[in-house]
């Protein structure tokens, strides 16, 4: 009955239009007044969806803002212009400021057993084009996307396979989506509160004129030619990318939209006429009306924006540029530098590759007392102190205080600085043979040198190395420092030619109570120490290596019971359990966590934090802190 009730209460919220569900007088846009009075666009009250998200920003101590302003912000490489999706954060489902899911495109979304989901559309929500949004769009995606063999050979994304079996979908209306497993599938919505969402959604208005199923042979030619690709498959895929951003056609939900043209330093995103979000004065979000993104060199973001030139800035921003920051600001420079938290599980991390193609070196890394006496023989203090003034959380790879599931031992695990453990613990190994110099030697004969790859993006990762040479040396072991590309050392990574790599910690280093521990397991490419493994689990056995070392199995066999778990305290027993071996094995060798992020904010720009995270996962970074709800104030009056 209470189910019931609850279907009833949704579809009446859906079936209610704007002026029965709120008494709000919807107000036109100043940007889109021109277009409206010409008739090249709906009004304003006619843009929106019957029932738009109306947010309560008393509620949340912001206030209420005005339409109008460029933003302007950088990125260092062109593809970067992606960042306006997780910047934008318009999900089906995402996070609040209290990291608790909730709709936001959808109108609300119902959970039947933890295996069936009723995702509710916005009645009269359109994409950016004004084209209806509606069920036809998850249909497309669903039987002429994810799985048309031609477009994805793997089949649909792995977040929807529960124990190898796919969700049965339907459509039973145009603003109803049903997607049903036989047993429950615990990632189903928080994965499409991601960072990098995995839009099981497409524009099929505009995309099926590039499909093979919705166009004539002869088109299809055609267009093929006008693109110069090599079939109908390649211009699909080059053109249906919505995480990249980069195709000006593509409809989107976002809040902001980008410009025709091609740029190649200087990228424009306008407001989206029909954004699904309003105030509760009626006026459409975003506040803002345009994002100016500019491609600068990584080195030049701090100087750029100590001169003002950033509106909105973090990225390209590290621990380093907090003081160069600090004093413009208080020489009168047009911005603020706040300190957010940052929420990645350490700022760096040492990743051995268990993966490594040499197989007597991989057999050393795989020896626990190996990596044991690496992250011992690292002096924390020392590092903390010289390149973080002591504000950094000295320990090994573990999630923060701030989240449910820290505990300060797996924190400390095997990261006090004790040499003399560490050199008993290679002594244990065998490796007892020294060059003159002090280096261990193999049983082969070689030195014992670690040869650590870096993205080169970052001066305290060389200069953190630099400290940890010295005292390895005192353990008998060399560093050798390579920097590469970020894209060549992830490729080197994944194939298995690298030894050692420094990365950051996991993304998420504040899971919620209902988060997957997934990351924690060998199922993915991207924990830099076991990428074979985590390419045999994505591609179902077909590429990478098949997990062998005990610990990682257990991993993934833990996180494969917390799919099935049926309750918080069994889910969070796994958690734990899953911590504590990484802590015990050092798969990640962590160096410090929750050293300030800096973020410089215009003094002119209103309703970002003062406190918050800085995090990729949960939250997207700016993304969760909802950007579209922040607005400048005129000149003269910050």
């Given at each position: 009955?209470?189910?019931?009730?609850?279907?009833?209460?949704?579809?009446?919220?859906?079936?209610?239009?704007?002026?029965?569900?709120?008494?709000?007088?919807?107000?036109?846009?100043?940007?889109?007044?021109?277009?409206?009075?010409?008739?090249?666009?709906?009004?304003?009250?006619?843009?929106?969806?019957?029932?738009?998200?109306?947010?309560?920003?008393?509620?949340?101590?912001?206030?209420?803002?005005?339409?109008?302003?460029?933003?302007?912000?950088?990125?260092?490489?062109?593809?970067?212009?992606?960042?306006?999706?997780?910047?934008?954060?318009?999900?089906?489902?995402?996070?609040?400021?209290?990291?608790?899911?909730?709709?936001?495109?959808?109108?609300?979304?119902?959970?039947?057993?933890?295996?069936?989901?009723?995702?509710?559309?916005?009645?009269?929500?359109?994409?950016?084009?004004?084209?209806?949004?509606?069920?036809?769009?998850?249909?497309?995606?669903?039987?002429?996307?994810?799985?048309?063999?031609?477009?994805?050979?793997?089949?649909?994304?792995?977040?929807?396979?529960?124990?190898?079996?796919?969700?049965?979908?339907?459509?039973?209306?145009?603003?109803?989506v049903i997607y049903e497993w036989s047993k429950p599938n615990t990632h189903f919505i928080p994965t499409l509160a991601q960072a990098r969402p995995p839009f099981i959604l497409r524009p099929a208005h505009y995309l099926k004129q590039f499909h093979a199923n919705f166009a004539t042979a002869d088109t299809m030619a055609q267009k093929i030619s006008e693109m110069r690709v090599?079939?109908?498959?390649?211009?699909?895929?080059?053109?249906?990318?919505?995480?990249?951003?980069?195709?000006?056609?593509?409809?989107?939900?976002?809040?902001?939209?980008?410009?025709?043209?091609?740029?190649?330093?200087?990228?424009?995103?306008?407001?989206?006429?029909?954004?699904?979000?309003?105030?509760?004065?009626?006026?459409?979000?975003?506040?803002?009306?345009?994002?100016?993104?500019?491609?600068?060199?990584?080195?030049?973001?701090?100087?750029?924006?100590?001169?003002?030139?950033?509106?909105?800035?973090?990225?390209?921003?590290?621990?380093?540029?907090?003081?160069?920051?600090?004093?413009?600001?208080?020489?009168?420079?047009?911005?603020?530098?706040?300190?957010?938290?940052?929420?990645?599980?350490?700022?760096?991390?040492?990743?051995?590759?268990?993966?490594?193609?040499?197989?007597?070196?991989?057999?050393?890394?795989?020896?626990?007392?190996?990596?044991?006496?690496?992250?011992?023989?690292?002096?924390?203090?020392?590092?903390?102190?010289?390149?973080?003034?002591?504000?950094?959380q000295e320990g090994g790879m573990a999630v923060l205080s701030q989240s449910p599931f820290f505990k300060a031992d797996y924190r400390a695990a095997w990261s006090s600085f004790d040499l003399q453990q560490a050199n008993a613990l290679?002594?244990?190994?065998?490796?007892?043979?020294?060059?003159?110099?002090?280096?261990?030697?193999?049983?082969?004969?070689?030195?014992?040198?670690?040869?650590?790859?870096?993205?080169?993006?970052?001066?305290?990762?060389?200069?953190?190395?630099?400290?940890?040479?010295?005292?390895?040396?005192?353990?008998?072991?060399?560093?050798?420092?390579?920097?590469?590309?970020?894209?060549?050392?992830?490729?080197?990574?994944?194939?298995?030619?690298?030894?050692?790599?420094?990365?950051?910690?996991?993304?998420?280093?504040?899971?919620?109570?209902?988060?997957?521990?997934?990351?924690?397991?060998?199922?993915?490419?991207?924990?830099?120490?076991?990428?074979?493994?985590?390419?045999?689990?994505?591609?179902?056995?077909?590429?990478?290596?098949?997990?062998?070392?005990?610990?990682?199995?257990?991993?993934?066999?833990?996180?494969?019971?917390?799919?099935?778990?049926?309750?918080?305290?069994?889910?969070?027993?796994?958690?734990?359990?899953?911590?504590?071996?990484?802590?015990?094995?050092?798969?990640?060798?962590?160096?410090?966590?929750?050293?300030?992020?800096?973020?410089?904010?215009?003094?002119?720009?209103?309703?970002?934090?003062?406190?918050?995270?800085?995090?990729?996962?949960?939250?997207?970074?700016?993304?969760?802190?909802?950007?579209?709800?922040?607005?400048?104030?005129?000149?003269?009056?910050?």
């Open positions: 009955m209470r189910r019931l009730a609850r279907i009833f209460a949704a579809a009446m919220l859906l079936a209610t239009p704007l002026a029965t569900q709120a008494q709000v007088t919807v107000r036109e846009s100043p940007y889109w007044a021109e277009k409206v009075a010409a008739g090249e666009l709906p009004a304003a009250a006619e843009r929106i969806p019957s029932t738009p998200l109306i947010v309560d920003l008393a509620a949340k101590g912001r206030a209420f803002g005005t339409q109008g302003g460029t933003l302007h912000t950088m990125v260092t490489r062109v593809k970067d212009i992606r960042q306006m999706v997780p910047f934008g954060y318009a999900r089906l489902v995402g996070f609040d400021q209290d990291y608790v899911l909730s709709a936001d495109i959808l109108a609300g979304y119902d959970v039947e057993e933890g295996r069936k989901f009723t995702l509710h559309l916005r009645p009269n929500h359109r994409w950016s084009d004004g084209h209806p949004f509606t069920s036809a769009d998850f249909e497309y995606w669903w039987l002429h996307v994810a799985n048309n063999a031609k477009l994805a050979p793997s089949g649909p994304p792995d977040f929807l396979r529960v124990d190898g079996e796919y969700p049965q979908v339907s459509f039973p209306d145009p603003l109803t090599r079939s109908w498959a390649a211009m699909h895929n080059k053109l249906d990318n919505m995480y990249k951003y980069d195709n000006p056609d593509l409809p989107t939900l976002q809040p902001w939209m980008r410009t025709e043209g091609k740029a190649s330093s200087r990228f424009m995103f306008v407001r989206n006429p029909y954004y699904h979000r309003i105030d509760s004065r009626g006026i459409q979000l975003p506040y803002i009306d345009a994002v100016e993104m500019s491609v600068v060199g990584r080195g030049l973001v701090a100087a750029k924006s100590n001169a003002g030139e950033s509106d909105l800035q973090a990225r390209g921003l590290g621990f380093r540029d907090i003081s160069i920051l600090k004093k413009g600001e208080l020489e009168g420079g047009n911005y603020r530098v706040l300190l957010w938290a940052n929420g990645t599980a350490s700022q760096i991390a040492i990743y051995p590759n268990l993966n490594y193609a040499d197989a007597k070196w991989r057999k050393v890394l795989r020896d626990v007392r190996f990596r044991r006496a690496l992250s011992l023989g690292i002096d924390r203090r020392m590092i903390n102190r010289a390149l973080y003034f002591g504000l950094g290679l002594d244990d190994m065998g490796l007892t043979e020294r060059r003159a110099d002090g280096i261990r030697l193999l049983p082969d004969g070689r030195p014992v040198s670690i040869v650590v790859e870096t993205a080169g993006e970052r001066i305290e990762v060389e200069n953190t190395l630099q400290i940890i040479t010295d005292t390895w040396r005192d353990i008998g072991v060399r560093l050798i420092l390579r920097p590469f590309s970020r894209d060549t050392l992830r490729n080197r990574v994944y194939s298995g030619v690298t030894m050692a790599s420094v990365w950051y910690g996991w993304d998420n280093g504040i899971p919620t109570l209902d988060a997957s521990p997934d990351f924690l397991a060998p199922r993915a490419q991207e924990f830099f120490a076991w990428p074979m493994w985590g390419q045999h689990f994505q591609t179902a056995g077909e590429a990478g290596e098949a997990c062998d070392m005990p610990a990682a199995i257990e991993l993934l066999k833990l996180s494969q019971d917390w799919e099935h778990a049926g309750n918080r305290v069994d889910r969070g027993a796994i958690w734990d359990r899953m911590l504590q071996i990484h802590a015990d094995q050092q798969f990640g060798i962590g160096i410090l966590s929750e050293a300030p992020q800096p973020v410089v904010v215009s003094r002119r720009l209103r309703n970002v934090p003062e406190v918050a995270f800085w995090a990729w996962e949960p939250g997207a970074q700016f993304g969760i802190h909802r950007p579209d709800e922040f607005y400048f104030v005129p000149e003269g009056e910050q």
